[in-house]
């Protein structure tokens, strides 16, 4: 049973957008952490953006701060990442993640719940 779905993602040019979308079912809508994490094949899933719902913070990574922007709508059961001035470093498969907890870990192992990804790539 899927609990976490992706979409958004697609191909563009860098300096592009993309918003990606994030809708959460199920037990799994009582999230207070929530994430987006990315990988490319034989590296390592990195954190991108955290919200903690418990105290309101965000957390992002070094590579996209000030570039991505994570946000919820909770009348739709959505976790949105807008993503301005891509890059091609940006290209990954980008997956959301949810837990109880956790704060605004970029962690990846410590989150349960996760989507199936949805594929960002940004061409030169």
């Known amino acids: 049973h899927v609990q976490l779905v992706e979409s958004g993602g697609g191909s563009v040019q860098a300096g592009g957008s993309l918003r990606l979308s994030c809708t959460a079912s199920?037990?799994?809508?009582?999230?207070?952490?929530v994430a987006w994490f990315r990988q490319v094949p034989g590296k390592a899933r990195e954190g991108v953006a955290a919200?903690?719902?418990?105290?309101?913070?965000?957390r992002y990574s070094d590579s996209v701060q000030g570039r991505f922007t994570i946000s919820q709508d909770n009348a739709k059961k959505t976790l949105y990442l807008q993503m301005d001035s891509l890059k091609p470093e940006d290209t990954a498969m980008y997956y959301c993640?949810?837990?109880?907890?956790?704060?605004?870990?970029?962690?990846?192992?410590?989150?349960?719940?996760w989507g199936q990804g949805t594929q960002v790539t940004v061409s030169s």
């Open positions: 993640a949810a837990d109880y907890g956790l704060g605004t870990s970029l962690v990846a192992n410590e989150y349960n719940y």
């Open positions: 199920g037990s799994i809508v009582g999230a207070n952490s």
């Open positions: 919200n903690y719902t418990g105290d309101g913070r965000t």
